[in-house]
């Protein structure tokens, strides 16, 4: 499966073709985040990691940035099957 790069998965947030697992609600909600958070981490932020899974082959982006408040975020996204962009996680970072 290709590397998605920056520019896709910020044209797929823009035109709202991503879900948010239900881990990543849950996760936005326990440090204080909303979605506009995440946005923001997704289209202002860079790709710090790419991980490459061994069984699937399935690759997942870490994206860094600052919340809207400016505390350091990250936010765990792959590509699905359909094209959409999946949240699978995001965080507050050290």
């Known amino acids: 499966m290709p590397h998605p790069t920056l520019k896709q998965l910020r044209d797929l947030v823009r035109t709202l073709n991503y879900v948010v697992s ?3 609600a849950d996760e936005l909600d326990d440090d204080n985040l909303t979605v506009f958070d995440l946005e923001s981490i997704l289209l202002t932020g860079r790709i710090i990691k790419r991980q ?3 069984d699937t082959r399935e690759v997942k982006c870490v994206v860094s940035r600052r919340t809207l408040a400016g505390a350091p975020a990250e936010a765990v996204v792959k590509l699905g099957p359909t094209g959409k962009l999946v949240v699978i996680t ?3 970072a050290d």
């Open 22 to 24: 239900v881990h990543a």
């Open 52 to 54: 490459t899974d061994r």
């Open 90 to 92: 995001v965080y507050l």
